[in-house]
């Protein structure tokens, strides 16, 4: 697999040569717990336990740390099983997170619940703003945690300017891909030390598997990744590791989709009367447009919008759309609405992340735009 060859051919090639035994173009279930040692220690392939390495893993594997532009992949049971293994593997007690103040309500819940528990220590900035991300790093700083677009207020951090800061005072970038995917983005080449995925969301895209990953580039910190990931042994099993990626091979071709259609509801949304305010960064009036068009290929398929009156109108919305599903989480090819105050970030109430009352949330899928349009018009009625 080539460095050089373009995004979809690393999708559906990487980590995924034909089977030499069978010729099966698509890797196998290799649904063992263990593997017959030829005399002690001596492994076929390399696999003597399936936490520690099943085949159908490493296939995912392999490909997420070529569509991510990293040397080493690593697959988890969930986003979150990701990112904690990101925190127990480098961070000590003691050290200092910088996240950002609106976080995806489950990754500020493991900061806050668990991870200060711990010894950790955090502190939630505004991550559009360097300087104060640059205010809110100290002596025990080791690590600046980016999300970008950010959930649920879409949201642009620059990348590369956060990453230089937060090298220049010796602490780690990790980059939290989830809502741009890596068609989209590509954190690791704009200087992010780590990328971490819920594959749950664009990666796995069909709404069917809950999964995470970490993308590295440094083989220290790779080991590290690796150490932890078999010891703490929160691994992607060998189903979840399959129709991960079978998803993963039409990633570009729903990513672009995804984005054709939410430019077409976001221009909707923005000339509606029942609209206050609609947050997506292809907008030429979203803030973070001109970052996001420098650092994203286009800008994505999640669009969140005020409804102009007020909570128990967005609340309503969300009950009365046909085509769009009530539902939580995002990145599959139907579309979804949520409520994020009462669903996905009900967790961030009281919080410096809680999220405004009237905000309704879409995750826009690939089906007919049209179809879409039409759903939307009829639920603000
Ligand atoms: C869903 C999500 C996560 C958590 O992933 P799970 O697979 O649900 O554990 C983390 N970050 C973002 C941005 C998410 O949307």
């Known amino acids: 697999m080539h460095e050089a060859q373009g995004f979809s051919t690393r999708a559906i090639h990487a980590g995924q040569e034909p089977d030499p035994l069978t010729g099966a173009v698509v890797p196998p279930i290799y649904a063992t717990s263990t593997y017959k040692q030829d005399g002690v220690g001596g492994l076929r392939g390399g696999y003597e336990y399936s936490r520690s390495g099943n085949p159908t893993r490493t296939a995912l594997e392999t490909c997420l740390a070529a569509i991510e532009g990293g040397t080493r992949g690593f697959a988890f049971a969930s986003g979150l099983a990701a990112e904690d293994t990101v925190l127990r593997a480098l961070l000590s007690p003691g050290d200092h997170v910088v996240i950002p103040d609106d976080a995806y309500g489950g990754t500020f819940r493991l900061f806050d619940k ?97 999964g995470g990953a970490i993308v590295v580039q440094d083989g220290e910190i790779a080991d590290a990744i690796a150490f932890h990931h078999n010891s703490m042994g929160a691994v992607a099993g060998p189903f979840d590791a399959f129709l991960t990626l079978r998803g993963i091979k039409t990633l570009g071709v729903r990513m672009d989709r995804h984005c054709d259609n939410a430019e077409v509801v976001a221009e909707f949304l923005a000339g509606h009367a029942k609209v206050a305010e609609v947050r997506y960064p292809g907008l030429s009036t979203h803030p973070g447009h001109d970052v996001a068009g420098k650092q994203m290929k286009r800008y994505g398929g999640m669009i969140s919008f005020r409804h102009k009156d007020g909570e128990q109108a967005a609340v309503d919305l969300c009950a009365r759309t046909e085509v769009f599903t009530l539902g939580e989480s995002l990145g599959g090819v139907e579309s979804l609405i949520e409520h994020p105050g009462r669903m996905t970030h009900a967790s961030a109430a009281g919080s410096v992340l809680e999220v405004p009352a009237d905000l309704v949330r879409l995750s826009v899928g690939i089906e007919d735009a049209d179809d879409l349009l039409a759903d939307l018009r009829q639920a603000l009625r």
């Open 114 to 210: 668990v991870a200060t528990r711990w010894g950790l220590k955090y502190t939630a900035a505004p991550i559009t703003d360097l300087d104060a991300v640059a205010a809110a790093m100290n002596a025990d700083t080791k690590m600046v945690w980016i999300e970008t677009p950010t959930n649920p207020l879409l949201n642009i951090a620059d990348i590369e300017q956060l990453a230089d800061l937060a090298h220049r005072r010796n602490a780690l970038v990790v980059v939290d891909n989830t809502f741009a995917s890596p068609y989209l983005q590509q954190p690791l080449a704009l200087g992010a030390d780590l990328v971490v995925h819920s594959t749950t969301k664009y990666i796995g895209g069909h709404s069917d598997v809950v």
